[in-house]
């Protein structure tokens, strides 16, 4: 096992071609993905939590539900409609990049709308009593609540991007784990050890961690000057 | 202004049912009653915050309106941008802003986060924004509940001042009949979402006519 991480960390200091290549391809997958989540996401969320009409607990719940979609099903789903047979075989998406992304769109964009919508259902009504009182346009009203709300949309950022960094089965169906094109960490790392390449997967794993490190490190000095100001 | 059947009920329990009543200006209006009457039911319908049972008639006559909940947000940012949010005039409305907040006494507290004040500093605060707005009709519930004793009389100093110099219409809820009795020009009596009794403040006070305002009023004898 040490003998393993030693390895590891050795493939990591050197340049090797393949692992850059996997590593770029997750980082763009993952901030694509967690990015159109965040755009798509946010406003369902803030539409489920403050519009009113009929339906609209079961859409709430529906949407709870999808949040739990486990990603093979998404992924059979999104293979299905891209593949030769499927409605949008001519957008090619099937083994692409942007394919993976849309499959992972569809799995984060429901947990994102479910954290907004709990947030908002907490801190939107003592906001807008304030808000509608002092007779605040719709417009201000609005940016004034999403600023008031940055620290709970980057930590709902983060468990989007968590999501899209950890996730196998969607992208793995979508992608086909294409070395060059479609691998990613999580695919990659599975790929190598049923070859037995512990040494491959381990500093994946390793690396995996520590974007995943990095990451929250950020969101946290970030956090805490939101909640200094 | 002038406003016309407002109904909310919850369920079965109907917790305001106003017919009309109407509002003139230059005036303080205190509403009184115990917990639960529908005060604070009858001002978020008035300022359109609670959707009634059924649709009211708020007649506004051109007049501006700004109303002050009894929970009041502090967005996380200074003091000062908190009472400016209404502003139109910048330049003018921050001379306001500074006045009212060194009348209320925290001035010093101008470029704080907001969201770090104490309930009694927010509320304070909540009264320096209401007053920026330069409304002709200011709604106010219970702005004083969480205030210390010099901090009440600042405000009232404040709303009486506002009254004078804007000629508005001030209605606020109030569970102190001294403080009644030191503001308000009319005084109204809620009980069970109705306004059983409302006339001038003397009157209401001083000689109630309902056998439920006097025994309202009783209990409040031993306030200091
Ligand atoms: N969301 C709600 N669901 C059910 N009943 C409610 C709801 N909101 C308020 N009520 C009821 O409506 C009645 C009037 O409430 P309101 O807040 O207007 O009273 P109040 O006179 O302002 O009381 P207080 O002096 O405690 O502030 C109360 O009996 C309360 O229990
Ligand atoms: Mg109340």
């Given at each position: 096992?040490?003998?393993?991480i ?32 965040l ?17 609209k ?38 083994y ?37 009182g ?9 940016t ?16 989007g ?12 169906m ?24 512990f ?29 200094e100001? | ?12 329990k ?56 009894q ?34 006494k ?15 500093e ?30 009440t ?42 306004i ?29």
């Open positions: 096992m040490q003998n393993i030693e390895k590891a960390i050795e493939l990591m200091l050197s340049h090797d071609s393949m692992l850059q290549n996997i590593i770029s391809v997750t980082l763009r997958m993952c901030f694509s993905s967690s990015i159109v989540a755009l798509l996401g946010v406003p369902l969320g803030a539409f489920l939590s403050l519009a009113k009409f009929p339906g607990k079961g859409l709430i719940v529906l949407n709870r539900t999808l949040m739990g979609m486990p990603p093979v099903v998404c992924g059979l789903i999104c293979y299905i409609l891209f593949s030769g047979v499927g409605p949008l075989r001519h957008l090619e998406l099937l692409t990049v942007s394919g993976m992304v849309i499959a992972q769109v569809i799995l984060i964009t429901p947990i994102v709308a479910a954290n907004t919508e709990t947030f908002l259902s907490s801190m939107a009504p003592d906001i807008l009593e304030t808000t509608k002092l007779g605040l346009s719709r417009w201000k009203t609005m004034l609540t999403l600023t008031e709300c940055k620290y709970q949309i980057l930590s709902t950022y983060l468990v991007f968590a999501r899209s960094i950890a996730e196998v089965g969607a992208v793995s979508v992608g086909g784990a294409i070395v060059y094109k479609t691998n990613v960490m999580t695919t990659a790392i599975m790929n190598y050890t049923s070859r037995g390449d040494t491959r997967a381990m500093s994946l794993g390793i690396i995996l961690m520590l974007i995943s490190l990095l990451v929250n490190i950020i969101v946290h000095v970030f956090s805490e000057r939101v909640a100001k | 202004m002038i406003v016309k059947n407002l109904k909310k009920m919850y369920g079965e109907t917790v305001l049912n106003i017919n009309e009543f109407s509002f003139e200006p230059g005036k303080i209006y205190a509403i009184i009653g115990a917990n639960g009457s529908g005060k604070s039911t009858f001002l978020k319908v008035i300022a359109g915050t609670l959707k009634p049972s059924e649709k009211p008639e708020v007649i506004l006559e051109n007049k501006t309106l700004a109303y002050m909940p929970k009041n947000y502090a967005f996380k940012t200074t003091v000062l941008k908190n009472v400016m949010l209404t502003a139109k005039n910048k330049a003018e409305d921050l001379n306001l802003a500074k006045e009212y907040l060194s009348e209320m925290i001035d010093h507290l101008m470029n704080q986060n907001a969201s770090k004040l104490s309930g009694g927010t509320a304070r605060m909540a009264l320096c924004r209401i007053f920026l707005s330069g409304s002709d009709i200011i709604l106010l519930d219970e702005p004083t509940a969480a205030m210390d004793i010099e901090s009389l600042l405000s009232e100093a404040l709303i009486k001042k506002y009254k004078k110099k804007t000629n508005a219409t001030i209605i606020m809820v109030t569970h102190s009949v001294n403080q009644a009795r030191r503001l308000a020009d009319e005084v109204i009596f809620m009980k069970d979402g109705k059983l009794e409302s006339g001038s403040s003397e009157e209401i006070l001083n000689s109630p006519t309902k056998p439920e305002t006097k025994e309202f009023l009783e209990f409040f004898s031993s306030e200091i």
